[in-house]
């Protein structure tokens, strides 16, 4: 098993930065791919951007692309996502999901592992 912790969240002013962290421990895979997801009051969750293991290639939504920034230090078993000129739309829980493996689906049932979730709010 893999166990993922969330942190970084909070309160930011539209046009703000904030920078979360997903902390990995447990079983490691060879092969392993870890993203964010996000789920709005009244949505569902969906895809916000993912990094490979191996070659670090990195995936993004249209929506977070030219604002967010996802990366990883293999050593700490730690993903970051840096978020930059946040907007009100951005408010959700994020949450850190990761699956063994090479391609980094969008599919949030395709992700085997998943930590609890940090609130970040962003106001107008």
């Known amino acids: 098993q893999v166990q993922l912790v969330e942190s970084g969240g909070g309160l930011v002013q539209a046009g703000g930065s904030l920078r979360l962290s997903c902390a990995a421990s447990?079983?490691?895979?060879?092969?392993?791919?870890s993203g964010w997801f996000r789920r709005a009051p009244g949505k569902e969750r969906e895809f916000v951007a993912a990094i490979t293991r191996g070659d670090g290639s990195t995936y993004y939504a249209d929506s977070a692309k030219g604002r967010f920034t996802i990366s990883r230090d293999n050593g700490k078993n730690t993903v970051l996502l840096q978020m930059n000129s946040l907007k009100p739309e951005d408010t959700a829980v994020y949450y850190c999901a990761a699956r063994a493996g090479v391609t980094a689906p969008t599919a949030p049932l395709l992700y085997d592992y998943w930590g609890l979730g940090t609130q970040v709010t962003v106001s107008s």
């Open positions: 447990g079983r490691t895979f060879s092969s392993l791919v």
